[in-house]
């Protein structure tokens, strides 16, 4: 399975079958996660066999079913936690769902009084992300056109449509999409609107343009953006990519 594929085909799960994960794909998980941190400077944590948090009524309100592994997303405390969460933490959910394993979001409904996470002084747990054999493969949900996300100061090219179909193939908080990507040239501003969890689903939507886009192919005028997608471009051979 490509990134590509990958993407395509993931879509949220929130009901496992019953099944652990074998412990050859555990060691694949934790070295995965392991380059996630290496390279982010996060601390993403991953728990395997921990159904306490999920085994509560918010959970099964939620639609929460046989949860009994997930990564827990934490890091130093700063205002591009949530963004950083959210393109790393979708780089986790990318390799999960090539490893044929299904996997959820998570920010509320689920008992952080029950975890075995580990949050330092001057760091925050942002969300969470469950997986697991899923007892379907999700559904795709509904997107916005191209058209009600894009702004063209400039003719499109191939690349641009390419990513703005991943973009809109990306998760957000209550399927809101609320973004918009812009063009200049070669330039690409990515701008938040307003909507819950919006800073950790601009960094899912920033990864899913890159991979759609392919990153040698624009700029992003965001300079921190632009300095992030050259960082991850630099340490490649750390992160294991679905297909790899």
């Known amino acids: 399975m490509t990134i590509l594929e990958a993407i395509e085909s993931r879509h ?32 993403f944590q991953v728990l395997f066999d921990q159904p306490k948090p999920f085994d509560n009524m918010v959970a099964r309100y939620g639609g929460f079913s046989n949860v009994h592994s997930f990564i827990a997303l934490v890091g130093k405390d700063t205002d591009k936690l949530d963004h950083l969460c959210g393109y790393y933490g979708q780089m986790a959910v990318l390799y999960l769902q090539g490893l044929g394993l299904n996997s959820c979001w998570v920010a509320l409904t689920y008992s952080k009084k029950k975890t075995e996470i580990h ?3 001057g760091e925050r747990l942002v969300a969470v992300i469950t997986f697991g054999y899923g007892k379907t ?20 090219q191939p690349w641009f449509y390419n990513g703005v179909d991943a973009a809109l193939l990306a998760p957000t908080a209550l399927n809101q999409q ?21 800073d950790i689903d601009m960094g899912i939507i920033q990864l899913h ?27 490649a051979q750390q992160i294991k990519w679905c297909n790899q």
Do not use: C
């Open 178 to 198: 609320e973004f918009s990507l812009e063009l200049l040239n070669d330039t690409v501003q990515l701008v938040k609107k307003s909507g819950f969890y919006a």
């Open 209 to 235: 343009f890159e991979l759609g886009a392919g990153k040698e192919s624009f700029v992003w005028k965001d300079g921190w953006m632009e300095n992030l997608k050259k960082h991850v471009r630099l340490h």
């Open 119 to 121: 949050v330092d002084k």
């Open 12 to 43: 949220s799960v929130r009901t496992y079958f019953d099944k652990k994960i074998e412990p050859e794909l555990m060691v694949k998980i934790n070295e995965h996660i392991n380059a996630l941190n290496s390279v982010s400077g996060l601390r």
């Open 137 to 156: 493969q999700g559904k795709p949900h509904r997107s916005k056109s191209r058209e009600k996300v894009t702004v063209l100061h400039s003719v499109a």
